[in-house]
């Protein structure tokens, strides 16, 4: 946020991180629900096995943070550059 030199911007900047941040809250209560039900369940005994269900949950998870980490990088361009490097 401290990279934009408009106010507006940093509010709008820090509006969507507060959204994230509440979306991912939410979704994080509803972790142990999740890795503890039948998808992960024990073949032998039909338990719910919450070891394998983190693992595979926690697995993921990275794989998303690694994707979502890439992409600013990628598709995002500076916007002042080309003025910059005019000069």
Do not use: C, H
Request: no cysteine.
């Amino acid at each position: 946020m401290e990279m934009t030199p408009n106010y507006d911007e940093r509010t709008r900047l820090f509006a969507w991180t507060a959204f994230f941040t509440k979306i991912i809250a939410l979704g994080g209560g509803w972790t142990l629900a999740f890795v503890s039900s039948s998808w992960f369940a024990d073949t032998l005994t039909g338990d719910p096995d919450i070891v394998y269900g983190t693992k595979v949950v926690s697995v993921l998870i990275g794989i998303f943070i690694m994707i979502a980490g890439a992409l600013p990088g990628l598709f995002i361009k500076e916007r002042m550059y080309s003025s910059k490097t005019s000069q």
